[in-house]
């Protein structure tokens, strides 16, 4: 990883739309044609412009049964994400669409405006039972193109008419756009909100996740969830290895001071196409440090004495191991005694329950 590539994509986390295909995903070789000498005859590349496209699909709750997370039912609004974190585990869904987990996945994006309706529908089934819908698991609720569609409030709307409990996962900011409801959520104990905040230094972050909310504009939401009564978690996630775990114990200090009570990291994840895109990632931006960053993951990652990018297993996936680990863990732990911050475990209230009115009305009593 010692030589840098060119020129570097400016404003986009991942360097390319290049991606081992694994779905039908179409690749193209070098024969010659004007399309390999398209730069040089038309001119460099236009700006990446991001599009969106409305996508009905006839149901929105997905359910899973894994059994190491805490949630077996998710909302995605959004396919793809525009924040562009190189790093994002969910890259690999755009393969699924012949698009590459490159680019592809955050400028290439995919809306669904009918979510809120779907969801009431659902809600409204006399088989259906109650429990914590989370959201941002896949893609971003909170990402730009919500001040458009606001589907995400939409979907906090109807939580909030049904009694639905919801957790909600970002990188934004911008949550606090829905600070009324999230407000009323939470005095029936119905909502939890985890912002992720992966560095303090804003450059860093511009290269990380370049369309994301800036670290202390995170930091400050995190401030107002807790001032108007929401609970409040900040994920220290992902931590990579050389490049910003240096930030581990700043960030838990400074969630503190503002009331935050729960904290949590979660180590880099590499699934699929994610870890060709990351070392693409870290060879034009870090590549003096490249290889020693890859060789710490690996050793994180390891299993049966073999080095590995990831671990896809149930259980270990989200726990590495090794001398590396066992310092982050240690280092973490150490952060937070000191701050008087742990990890609370938010109990949301499924009893209040009452299925919603079909038609897309409000209760308005």
């Avoid at 236009?46 to 409305?54: F, P």
């Avoid at 978690?233 to 503190?256: G, K, L, N, W």
Wanted: proline share 8%; glycine share 6%; with cysteine.
């Amino acid at each position: 990883m010692e030589q840098r590539l060119e020129p570097e994509v400016s404003g986009r986390g991942a360097q390319s739309g290049a991606a081992p295909p694994r779905f039908g995903l179409a690749t193209r070789e070098a024969d010659g044609d004007w399309r390999d000498h398209v730069e040089s005859l038309d001119g460099p590349p236009v700006k990446l412009r991001t599009t969106v496209t409305e996508e009905n699909p006839k149901t929105i709750l997905s359910f899973n049964r894994s059994p190491d997370i805490a949630f077996d039912r998710s909302i995605n609004a959004y396919r793809g994400c525009e924040h562009g974190c190189v790093y994002c585990f969910a890259r690999p869904t755009h393969a699924y669409h012949d698009l590459s987990p490159g680019l592809d996945f955050e400028t290439q994006l995919f809306a669904k405006p009918a979510a809120a309706d779907l969801l009431r529908t659902t809600l409204a089934k006399p088989a259906y039972r109650p429990r914590p819908i989370a959201m941002g698991t896949n893609t971003d609720p909170y990402q730009p193109i919500e001040r458009q569609y606001r589907i995400t409030r939409q979907v906090l709307e109807v939580c909030l008419d049904a009694r639905h409990p919801v957790t909600i996962t970002t990188k934004s900011d911008r949550v606090l756009d829905d600070l009324d409801l999230l407000a009323q959520l939470a005095r029936h104990r119905l909502v939890a909100v985890a912002i992720s905040v992966t560095t303090l230094d804003p450059r860093l972050s511009g290269k990380l996740e370049p369309r994301a909310a800036a670290p202390a504009k995170r930091l400050a939401a995190l401030g107002k969830l807790v001032d108007a009564g929401v609970p409040a978690h900040c994920s220290i996630a992902p931590i990579i290895p050389a490049i910003t775990d240096a930030f581990m114990e700043e960030i838990v200090q400074r969630a503190a001071a503002l009331g935050v009570r729960s904290a949590g990291w979660i180590p880099l994840r590499l699934p699929h196409e994610v870890a060709p895109l990351f070392r693409e990632w870290l060879s034009v931006h870090f590549p003096e440090r490249g290889d020693k960053v890859m060789a710490i993951v690996r050793s994180i990652r390891a299993k049966d004495g073999e080095g590995r990018d990831n671990d896809p297993d149930f259980f270990t996936r989200m726990k590495p191991r090794g001398v590396w680990a066992d310092l982050f863990r240690a280092r973490f732990r150490l952060a937070c005694k000191r701050a008087g911050i742990g990890k609370t475990r938010f109990e949301l209230d499924c009893s209040q329950f009452r299925r919603p009115e079909v038609g897309g009305q409000i209760r308005l009593f």
